[in-house]
């Protein structure tokens, strides 16, 4: 890493008129008084008028440029203890396991204790930072893309699904992928319709709290998934997270099932509608839900890793104008995923423009913004004009799982008559029919 | 009620010709076979060529007219037991409880045990059906509108919380205002905010399962509701449903923190961040929390019911195209709330257009797609970003009541800066400050 990542314009000639490199301690005037703290590096879409210091405090600080009066260097910081050890053996005995970077904090080194993260993702340096690791599995870490999750999207699920699909040939036990807590779970849910009957486990793993902090989730999180993709005896698309605030489980979710369903705590994600696939502990995996698929039959794996990324997700509101709904049409969209109140409603002259839509082509499908329960169009009046107006209603599944697997359906059908055949289908556990009344 | 409410078209004369009315018992030939059930009334919205049939499952079945080959009635209804009894004593010494009826299923009455519900909504009535009510209060039903509450919105309001304004000048010791249960959360953050400081209980009330099936938790609901908005010593604005999934609680929770969070079960409100305000059992008042306002100062109520419509919400999703945020200027429209994703982000080219969104002078706002925790744009360079384009974080904010709160603010507002101030304000109990880090 330059000595001076991130830090570019009047940011960059400041700390180099003062001679301040990452990871030096700086007191610096600002118009409230004297601030002491580390440098720290700045990364995607920084500004070049901001100077970051890390306080003692632990929280960080950013200073405008131009209202500095000046600083002066406490102390040098002190240049990375990374050495990485030998490693002793080459534990090909070990089962081998694929870790696939995209961004995020996890499976970061935090440089000159700045707090500052970068990926760490060379196999010697994953196991400096977690020597674990080397007990568990032969990892081979490869950096696939380096973005923040709130930027992934439709195309890197391809690229990502197609990267997984060519690992079950090369042999590997598993794959871990690291992201962003963000979108982790939209994540999940493209790869788990794109990689469905894959043989082996694909965990996906994040962290809710940078690895600079004594809080953080991230090693005891790649630890868990590593372990799960190495040894679980079951196969699929999962997500594993912090299971409560503690350090000493690892929740596993089903890829279409799961949610972040807290900004900040470290057990932020939650299965929806249907129990845990099973819960990773230091002691190994319990908890094994009964239906999941067994380890090692590949007869059925047929990647479909593309995408059609033009599929809005709208949620319903009181007062939603029927217009939001028509541009979606007019964009050129060919899905719309709508998050109704309660059972499944929309306004009736949202119905009209759903409508609308749905007779120039488009597969306009119906899904809760309870998140909990499932949708039924047979039981008011409403539904039944949705369903008059070829509206699809989704069962339990959740609206970002619905709004992926749209986007996946359109990808990979010919037809939206197709897509909205898959649409009702239950591809990979994103949904559960209900038993319809006698 | 007319004998055929509800049908017309093609279906009205079907059932002229066989001679049936509502609540008699048909047999018909249909496709499938005999099908036997109680000829259910049809409400708004309905069709002309459906009959609804009510089977002894306790289900309704809707049957193409086209489709069926004849009929035969087995049973006539039985004619409405609806005689009110008379009302003894004047109870003139209870409290006064306005009933203001909005729609949905509860305080109604099932006709002909057909299952179909229409507003029971004279105070005979009520007292025919939750002979309870009589001995909690002296309640004056009211019926304001009756729509179904996804067709509720911003002008409805209105309405509303200028009946409920009045009712405090006229002596009322409490409101309950009935309604549908899908936008049953929005309307109770819209009467927090134009109601704030209102001296008595408002409560708002709905039920989850029809007062025709075994299960209903309207009656219950609505004892529990007329007893707190008659009885309570705190006032404010609560939504009253079922506490768990048995009879014995009913929950009262602050207006503007609860949202449905389940389509069907009973228990299906909740409320988010915060503890519930109260719990009624038929034995009194429980659990009340401390910092509710004491019922009885009128002093600072200044009701404040306009509301202005042209605000949208846009959940952000990955992929979504920045031309959904740039048509929400395009409509003419002055607010709009995002709901991000974690902390409150969104994607590189979505901060780009509610930038321009935020300069062209509308009021942008961030809540979290998580629902639990709270938004904040200081921690990542993406939230720094979105601060620095003019979006406005909303703390713990659920994405519903900022929706409505943004309506609130522009319909009271001279100016957009005026609102965003009021945004930022806890007016209801919207929102609790995060403790900035020393």
Same mark, same amino acid.
């Given at each position: 890493m330059p000595e001076l990542a991130g830090y570019r314009g009047r940011a960059l000639e400041f700390l180099s008129r003062v001679k301040a490199n990452i990871g030096d301690v700086l007191e610096t005037e600002t118009e409230w008084g004297t601030v002491t703290g580390t440098v720290v590096p700045r990364y995607e879409y920084a500004d070049d008028n901001h100077l970051v210091l890390k306080l003692k405090s632990g929280y960080n600080v950013g200073l405008a440029i131009s209202k500095l009066k000046g600083a002066t260097i406490k102390k040098r910081g002190e240049k990375p203890a990374f050495a990485p050890p030998e490693i002793s053996n080459s534990r090909a005995d070990l089962p081998k396991v694929l870790i696939l970077g995209t961004g995020g904090t996890i499976a970061s080194r935090v440089d000159y204790r700045t707090g500052a993260v970068s990926p760490a993702m060379t196999a010697e340096e994953l196991h400096a930072l977690i020597p674990e690791l080397s007990d568990i599995a032969e990892v081979k870490p490869e950096i696939l893309f380096n973005i923040l999750s709130e930027n992934i999207g439709s195309t890197h699920w391809s690229k990502l699904a197609t990267r997984i699909g060519r690992s079950v040939a090369e042999g590997y036990a598993g794959v871990v992928v690291t992201h962003g807590t963000d979108t982790l779970g939209y994540t999940a849910a493209a790869l788990s319709f794109a990689l469905q009957n894959v043989p082996i486990p694909i965990v996906l793993v994040g962290s809710q709290r940078s690895p600079d902090r004594p809080s953080s989730d991230a090693t005891q999180n790649l630890i868990g998934a590593v372990s799960i993709a190495a040894n679980a005896p079951f196969s699929g698309v999962f997500v594993a997270m912090h299971? *409560?605030?503690? *350090?000493d489980g690892i929740a596993l979710h089903r890829g279409t099932r799961v949610r972040k369903n807290h900004t900040s705590r470290r057990d932020a994600f939650l299965s929806v509608g249907v129990p845990l696939a099973a819960v990773w502990r230091p002691s190994g995996i319990e908890s094994i839900a009964q239906d999941l698929p067994k380890r090692g *039959?590949?007869?059925?794996f047929r990647p479909a890793t593309r995408f059609d990324g033009k599929v809005a997700l709208l949620k319903f509101y009181p007062s939603m104008p029927k217009e939001l709904i028509s541009f979606v049409g007019r964009m050129g969209y060919r899905g719309l995923i709508i998050e109704g109140t309660g059972l499944g409603h929309v306004s009736s002259k949202d119905i009209a423009a759903a409508k609308a839509l749905a007779r120039e082509g488009g597969l306009v499908c119906m899904t809760s913004q309870c998140v909990n329960g499932r949708v039924n169009l047979n039981v008011y009046d409403t539904g039944r004009d949705l369903l008059r107006a070829g509206v699809v209603p989704l069962e339990d599944m959740l609206a970002e799982t619905a709004l992926v697997k749209a986007m996946w359906a359109l990808g990979n059908s010919s037809s939206v008559a197709e897509a909205k055949k898959l649409m009702l289908e239950n591809i990979a556990g994103e949904m559960t029919s209900r038993r319809l009344p006698g």
């Open positions: 299971l *409560d605030e503690s *350090d *039959d590949a007869t059925r």
